[in-house]
Nanobody
Framework: QVQLQESGGGSVQTGGSLRLSCAAS?????MGWFRQAPGKEREGVAL????????YFADSVRGRFSIARDDAKNTVYLQMNNLDPEDTAMYYC???????????????WGQGTQVTVSS
């Protein structure tokens, strides 16, 4: 069983930046971020495979968000720039042991960290 611990959420104004971190309790191949805003379905934000060999981004964040990982620390980072109120949501770290990509089920989830962007 892998445990995920997120940190780094908070409140910023439009155009601001935040960095989220997610530490896994052990090595895991695919890590990433999903988000869910009130009244909306959960959506994928960004994924990264081990060694950063593959990365995936939602169209809504491409060019503003970046994802990175430190495999030595089993930690993934989501750098969010030029934030917009539409980015306001609970952000969840997710992970799975094998394939990485949209459309696959993720086995492990963090508790979530709130990101609020005000205009």
């Amino acid at each position: 069983q892998v445990q995920l611990q997120e940190s780094g959420g908070g409140s910023v104004q439009t155009g601001g930046s935040l960095r989220l971190s997610c530490a896994a309790s052990g090595y895991i191949f695919c890590m990433g971020w999903f988000r869910q805003a009130p009244g909306k379905e959960r959506e994928g934000v960004a994924l990264i495979s081990a060694g950063a060999s593959h990365m995936y981004f939602a169209d809504s964040v491409r060019g503003r968000f970046s994802i990175a990982r430190d495999d030595a620390k089993n930690t993934v980072y989501l750098q969010m720039n030029n934030l917009d109120p539409e980015d306001t949501a609970m952000y969840y770290c997710a992970a799975r042991r094998d394939v990485c990509g949209w459309g696959v089920a993720f086995n492990y989830w963090g508790q979530g960290t709130q990101v609020t962007v005000s205009s």
